[in-house]
């Protein structure tokens, strides 16, 4: 399939109800820190598009190409993200697709939560609950992140 039609196809996609999810998704931007295993580990910094018990998508630029999109799906991703309470979490997750964004260096990735403990979950849920809140608190959270790199 050519990069045009790869388009066309992820915004027909995008725009269409996802009914295949389990459990519904929490829709906001939330900083994250990720590491795709495929060949040699890349980290890359992006953002949670958003996020369900089961799964997220997540979106950043890969301004280098230093991914190989070609073989990255079912490969293993490690999700860190860290909270404002302090209950950072490490989590496992496969990836199950990827999606350019069109006219830019950006892509999405969609992930589903492998070998999930309780207190990750509680993380997880914690992490849902925040999208009805105060925003400020994310961009907050943001600046405090990029001044600890």
Same mark, same amino acid.
């Given at each position: ?27 906001? !931007? ?21 996020? !369900? ?97």
């Amino acid at each position: 399939m050519g990069k045009e039609n790869l388009v066309e196809v992820t915004v027909q996609e995008e725009q269409l109800p996802d009914r295949r999810r389990q459990n519904p998704r929490a829709i906001f !931007s939330y900083p994250v820190e990720f590491k795709v295993f495929c060949g040699i580990p890349v980290s890359f910094d992006g953002y949670l598009k958003d996020i !369900s018990r089961g799964g997220a998508c997540l979106q950043f630029e890969d301004k280098y190409g230093r991914l190989n999109f070609d073989k990255v799906n079912d490969s293993q991703l490690r999700l860190s993200l860290s909270m404002p309470e302090g209950n950072d979490a490490i989590i496992l997750a496969q990836i199950k697709w990827v999606r350019k964004v069109p006219k830019s260096v950006s892509y999405k990735i969609g992930i589903e939560f492998q070998y999930i403990e309780s207190w990750q979950l509680d993380v997880i849920e914690s992490l849902i609950g925040m999208k009805n809140k105060d925003h400020n608190m994310m961009w907050n959270l943001w600046k405090h992140y990029t001044e600890l790199s």
